[in-house]
Structures are given as C-alpha cells and as structure tokens.
C-alpha cells in the first residue's frame, strides 16, 4: 500500500509539473491558410522575433539541463522564428528539435551548415569530401549528389535550411578562410557547380544558401576575427565574384547569406557588406533580381559585433536587406533593439512586415504549418545509408589529384609492397587523422610504422618523428590543414615544413594533403604531392587505394597550386593488377 501511494503521489506531481509547463507554452497556431494571415495576428514584437535565428548546439541535454532551458526560453518567451543547430547524432538533434516545434507557437526555420553533407553537423551521417573535390572531378552529377544527399538526411533530422553552397570563388591561396569550401578558383566552374548543388537541395525539399555575397575568396582575413577588405571594382565583381551567385539565383536558391567583408568599390567606405544597402539592397535586390530571403553571416563574429554591440549591429543588418539575422550575440538585445528601432521610426512597419512575410511564406511552402516535427522511427533508414556513403566514397576516388611525383615515388608505391613511414598531422578535432590509412596500407601488404604530430608538438616529438622516419626507406606524410573559423591562418607549423622537406632531400617521400591544396606554399621542394582535399573517411580510404594502386588516380586542379601549376593540372596513373594480398601486419609504433 505505502509503495502504491507513493507512485500516486510522484504520478500527480508530476501531472502537476506537465500541466504547469504547458500552461506556460505559446498556444501552437493552427495552419494557416496564408503567410498574411498570420502576420497580422502577431504584434511587433513577435514580428521581429521571427526573423531571429540563435545557435543551438545539437548534442544530448535533459530537458532540465540549463542550457537546453535557455533554448526553450528563445522558443517560449522570444518566440523566435528559427534555430541554426550545430554538431549532435540524428537521434539527439531531432529529439531536441521535435521538443522546440511542439512547444512554439509557429513553426521554426531550423538551419544549418551542411557545405560537405550533412556529416558536417550530424554524426554518423553521409560524409562527402569538402566541395572543392567535386572541382576536382569536374561532373556537375557530383555536386548535385551532395546536395541531394545533404537535403534527405538534413530532413530527415529536422533541418529545413542548408547554409550552403559557398558561392565563392576561391581565386586567393592565401584566404584562411574558404579554401576547400569553395568548388574552385575558375567561376564559371563553380557557377556550374554552384547550380547543380542547389537543384539537388531544392528538388529534394531543402533550401539553399549562396554565400558570402557578394563574394569571400579574394580575402586574407578570416572575418570571424576582423573585417576583410575587398578593392576590386565592379566591372572585377561582375565578372568573377557575381557569376556563381547569379548562376545559383538562376537555379532557385532561396536564401542568399551577407558576407561581414568591406567592399569600398560599392559602399564608398569600410562597411561590411552585411550593414551595406548599397550591396544586400542596391546590388543584391536590384541589380541581380534576388526576390529570397537574405540572411546576415553570424552576428557574433568580430568583423561585426565588436564595431557596433549586439544590438546596433543587428538594427543596421536589417536596414541593409536583411531578412533573417543569424546568431546575435545576445538575442534578447537584438529583439529589444530592433523593437525600439520600429518604435522611433528607424524602421518602418512596411520593411518590418516585408521580411516576416517572407519567412512566414517559405515556413508555409515547406509545409511546417501543417507538420513541424520529424518521425524518429524513420531516421535510421535515411542518414547514413550505405548507397549514399558508396557515393561519397566514388566521389572521394575521382577527385584525388596527384600534382607531381617527379621521382617516382607514387608510381613505385603503387606497384610494390615495402616498409613505410606515415607520419600524420592534425588538430585535436582529427585526432584519428592518419589512422585509416595506416590500417589499409597494412591490409594490402605494407609494414607501416605510424607517427602523430600536433599543432602543439614540441622538439622532443619531432625528434621521435625523426626516430620512426629513420625506420623505413619511405615515408608519408599526411597532412590536414583546414579552414578552422577564428584562427586566422591555414597553414602547416613551419617545424612540420622543414621537417617534411628535410626528409624528401634524403629519401623517397610523399606529401599527402587532406585538407588545403595550397601545402606547396610551405614546402616547395617536394617531389611527390598528392591532393585528397578532406580528411574524411571517404578520402582517407581513396588515399590508401590511390598509393597500393587498386585505384585509378585522375583528378584534376579546379585551382592553381604555387608556384606553378595550373587549373586542369593532374597527372593519371591507371589501376594496377596487384592483387590485395591476404597477411594483416600490426601498426607498428615508435
């Protein structure tokens, strides 16, 4: 008896508690015969919420754990539009989502950046390689295929927006920023490209975003933390940088994202173009007919928000053009800010009404009145499936590019088995970088001894680097080196360069790249270079393949490589018969 009573008790508490919570909700809007209808049911305040776009990390929280709380305070006090939500498992990611939509009164816009599939955001989903691998291969069916693929598992966890194609042309080496996030260096390529990525999002039900407009490549400034500064012209702009953007516009893209970049040519001064409505209005709107959403870069990056403050930096984001103003430092000041901004006039009621309706309508064209939320049960049947990561892995092999191999060394790895060297480079976020192709390489026959740097090794590593080199007649080197935001360079530590160049004078080597394709900068002796453009496990396999000759190897540069190779650069090596030989060698460690 006492032990019934006290499930009674802890049963209406709580039923106590649920009530109470619900009580507090929103109550859910019906769905609505039209964006208007909606729109005049909302007061300002909640206009201007719904063009606020806060950043939700997507990994597991209790729904009592405290920073899900501030999540649930956006969506039950704010009332925001949308979430852009960041890195979590499918399960995780749509579970959080699912509880956002059912307690909002309208339907939220959920985004994210997917620029190589959505394994950029969702665990265990589709990995591609960056996109600069679809330039590689040069097939408008590969684009389109990670696109496609992005838009299946992206909704199938609740993501309605892709923060993607990058629409740059990557036409600077030194941009620390965009590299392989870029599909190339020729923009009529990537305008190629750039079309195809946004018909296979948009033919399978996601949105997509060309960005940074009005164009990111020619920068050396990672505007994460200061403010690039572009000086071409227009007549330059119109030719080069505004070519894929017009191409993406030409092929439905839907949302086009600022870039926090200065272009002096257009504005007269030093602001960014995302506080421009010489470039979001005059440019954008006008000139290139963009009828869409335009969405702000994030808001919290320090090109913009330590100019201006949260707030003012939000209110002259919309006055620009913008439509969606992406990850405000502080929410509740960009809401008060932009209420105020409606309230004294700064902005008009018919600008304020003009961008809520076209959120509201895309929210209805993607049918999130009628249903917001996403079936669990479905989604291990979508992400991750073995047809689609068999495509990336296509993909991975076509692109991998040899750039020179003066003294053979490739060729003559790809025909016999020996001992190896690999020494491996990478941050803390790719701490198995190397370790794929160590475990390959040994399947098919080779004795490899495996060696780690990192961005923080010291003498004392690179002298047991040296040890385990000295172990073998061989030696690789796997290097990903890629475009982190807020770090404001892309490059390997100059103790790597040399250690790298010291080893070729003195023995067959090769440099292997799984992240920028510009390493040559640093290390400009080497006589066998070979580009996999991403240290996913799709290229890492394409690498092990390519160097035991299983492979064909025939991409090609979609840039060039300092200090003297061109676009369309690659040499072919065809497949090698080598059967793949039945003994498993141990990973052998210094």
Known sequence: MMRAH????????????CATAVASRPTPAPPAAS??????????????AQLVVPWLAGSYAAFDDSAFQVATRWVDTLQVGGIIISVGSPFDIAAKLNMLQRRSRLPLLISADLEYGAAMRVVGATGFPAI??????????????IGRVAALEGRAVGIHVNFAPDADVNN?????????RSFGEDPRAVARLVRSYVRGLQDNGMLATLKHFPGHGDTETDSHIGLPVIRADYARLDTLELIPFRAGIDAGAEVVMSSHIAFPALTGGDDAGTLSAAVLTGLLRDSLKFRGLVVTDALDMGAIVSKFGPGEATVRAFLAGSDLLLMPADPDSAI?????????????????????????????RLGLFARRTVSLDSIMGIVGAKADQDLANDIAARALTLVKDTAG???RLRATRGRITLVAYGDELNSFVGVRI????????DTVTFFRLWPMSGPASYDSARTAIAKAPTVIFAANVRPISGRGSIALPDSLARLIMATDSAKPTVLVSLGSPYLLNQTPTVKSYLIA??????????????????????????????????????????????????????????
Do not use: C, F
């Open 6 to 17: 006290r499930l009674l008790v802890v049963a209406l508490v709580i039923a106590a508690g």
């Open 35 to 48: 964006a208007d209808a909606v729109l005049a049911s909302l007061s300002t305040r909640q206009k201007v």
């Open 132 to 145: 600069m691998a679809a330039g590689a291969t040069g097939d408008d069916r590969d684009a389109y295929t």
């Open 172 to 180: 600077n080496p030194l941009n620390p920023i965009i590299n392989t």
């Open 336 to 364: 008060n800010s932009m209420v105020a901004a409606v309230a004294n006039g700064r902005i008009t009621a018919e600008r304020l009404d003009t961008s809520v309706r076209r959120v509201l309508e895309i929210k209805r």
């Open 409 to 411: 060394t490739v060729a």
């Open 438 to 445: 160590v475990e390959a390489l040994q399947k098919g026959g």
């Open 533 to 590: 453009w991403s240290g996913i496990r799709a290229s890492e396999r394409a690498v092990s393949r390519g160097l035991l000759g299983w492979a064909p190897i025939r991409g090609k540069l979609p840039i060039r490589v300092p200090p003297g190779y061109l676009i369309g650069h690659g040499l072919v090596l065809p497949d090698s018969t080598l059967p793949p030989p039945l003994p498993v060698p141990p990973v052998v460690t210094p």
